[in-house]
């Protein structure tokens, strides 16, 4: 068959061995620690543009449906990570659903996210850089090469380093959510919430000035309070004891989340006003600055830890792109050079080159338009994620499943629902944005098609899962 293995090609005795990750190197609290690292820059820059398209209320509606939709994908992605423990994470379980197919296409559009969203993040970092008058910098792309040269050199050094390393900055972050909340909490003012002027949209009121669909329009702004966390089952390979640490860490990371959101999205645009904090570039230091009375020791310290929030996310998900590489290449779907680990079982080029195009991007500087083009590709996945997850209910009821989803299917079936009304807010927030992300995924599907499903691997891993769970599927 033409999709099937090419194990002689490149794929000898010595294939695998020179592709090992480090086993045993995280527990669940480091896993659920880099769930939350994922996101938490989110909690502090990128999430507030979605109030100039839904006003506070319209965003609020979306962070709502969207916390729904995380919560029970999270869910699904914990059975299906207990079931099939492996560095591809959603690719993984889609190619044992859906075939290579549509095993490449998640892994794709995994990669397209995780490609794009640092780069998003590391506009931001400059503009808290440039904020702070940190080392007299006034050009954000030197800030955006020194993230990617001295970050990705922390990941070259090995997994448990680098986890044990984001733990401790996602945590520094989580204290500075904290701090903001105690000023927050002090300088909050309900009327502030809805102080944009209805529009003449259908549905315009004060609470949605932008009507309904405005709620729709900010479905990709709220996400930025989530996005990635569903990166945490890439580490599965480098887990101990993953059936259990995966679905744990996701699960907690999701809560804690949840929680942070809600605590943002109300008292940053009670402090300050949803119309001007529309427009910050720093908008939970704007908040405290505009709502205390002028800057503070608070504002101050939330600005720097804000910086290490922002880092923290940055730093994550390089492991993240760099193991869904990783995993994509060692099966054949991408160059097989890709996924070379050093001494130190770090896959060097799956490191670097996600990060040049990544530092691309970010030169740009339009971190707006940067976040829904990884939202494109990250809803995009949770669609077919969500979909791999009804096809293996379904086809392969007598996989080992040590965690199991409440609720099943349906649970699944509604973040499914929603994420594809995620997908086509993308394109009701920037259609070229959006067009562009399509265009960069179709490449990707296009380098399959034509070269390498015909060059796969058949002793990886997610190959040998779903060899696997298809002989079982032929006894039944």
Same mark, same amino acid.
């Given at each position: ?61 979306? +962070? ?7 919560? &029970? ?20 379980? $889609? *190619? ?22 640092? @780069? ?10 440039? %904020? ?14 020194? &993230? ?17 390393? &984001?733990?401790?900055? +996602? ?33 315009? %009121? ?41 679905? =744990? ?28 904090? %529309? ?40 492991? @993240? ?5 990783? $995993? ?14 050093? =001494? ?10 996600? $990060? ?38 379904? *086809?392969?009821?007598?996989?080992? =499943?040590?965690? *199991?989803?409440?609720?099943? =299917? ?25 067009? &562009? ?15 390498? *499903? ?16 298809? $002989? ?5």
């Amino acid at each position: 068959m033409a999709d099937q293995v090419d194990s002689t090609r490149g794929a000898g005795s010595d294939y695998l061995a020179a592709r090992q990750l480090k086993a045993g190197s995280a527990s669940w609290v480091l896993l659920a620690g880099l769930g939350v690292a994922y996101v938490v820059s989110g909690d502090y820059a990128g999430w507030h543009f979605g109030l100039a398209q839904g006003g506070w209320g319209g965003l609020a509606v979306a +962070a709502v449906l969207m916390a729904v939709m995380y919560t &029970c994908m999270v869910l699904g992605l914990a059975e299906m990570s207990s079931a099939l423990p492996a560095a591809g994470g959603g690719y993984t379980f $889609a *190619r044992v659903a859906m075939g290579p197919w549509g095993g490449f296409a998640t892994g794709a559009a995994i990669l397209l996210e995780y490609a794009v969203a640092p @780069a998003a993040i590391a506009t931001f970092i400059g503009g808290y850089v440039e %904020s702070l008058g940190l080392f007299g910098i006034t050009d954000g792309w030197w800030v955006y090469l020194a &993230c990617y040269v001295i970050f990705v050199g922390i990941h070259l050094l090995g997994v448990g380093e680098a986890l044990k390393a &984001c733990f401790v900055i +996602a945590a520094i972050a989580m204290v500075g959510l904290v701090l903001f909340a105690i000023g927050g909490i002090a300088a909050f003012d309900a009327a502030n919430l809805f102080d944009i002027a209805p529009t003449d949209a259908a549905g315009a %009121s004060p609470f949605l000035p932008f009507g309904i669909v405005g709620v729709w329009a900010s479905f990709p702004f709220a996400i930025w309070f989530f996005l990635a966390v569903e990166g945490v089952p890439l580490a599965a390979e480098e887990a101990r004891d993953p059936v259990r640490a995966v679905p =744990r860490g996701i699960i907690v990371a999701m809560a804690v989340l949840v929680v942070s959101a809600t605590a943002v999205l109300l008292l940053a645009p009670g402090a300050q006003g949803a119309q001007a904090l %529309s427009e910050s570039e720093n908008p939970l230091v704007s908040a405290l600055e505009v709502g205390l009375g002028g800057p503070s020791w608070l504002s101050t310290t939330v600005n720097y830890i804000g910086l290490l929030g922002l880092v923290a996310s940055f730093f994550s998900i390089i492991y @993240a792109y760099s193991r869904q590489t990783f $995993a994509l290449s060692r099966a054949g779907y991408l160059p097989r050079a890709l996924s070379k680990t050093n =001494r130190r079982k770090a896959p060097t080029l799956a490191l670097v080159v996600p $990060a040049i195009i990544g530092f691309v991007l970010a030169a740009t500087g339009n971190g707006d338009i940067l976040i829904n083009l990884a939202v494109f590709g990250a809803t995009l996945s949770y669609v077919l994620m969500m979909v791999a997850h009804q096809v293996l209910r379904a *086809r392969h009821p007598e996989l080992e =499943r040590p965690y *199991r989803t409440p609720g099943g =299917r349906i649970t699944t079936g509604v973040a499914l629902v929603l994420a594809l009304a995620a997908v086509v807010a993308t394109f009701l927030v920037d259609v070229v944005a959006a067009l &562009c992300a399509l265009g960069a995924f179709a490449v990707l599907m296009a380098w399959f098609g034509f070269y390498s *499903r015909h060059h796969l691997v058949a002793a990886a891993p997610d190959e040998e899962f779903a060899a696997l769970a298809k $002989a079982e599927e032929e006894l039944e």
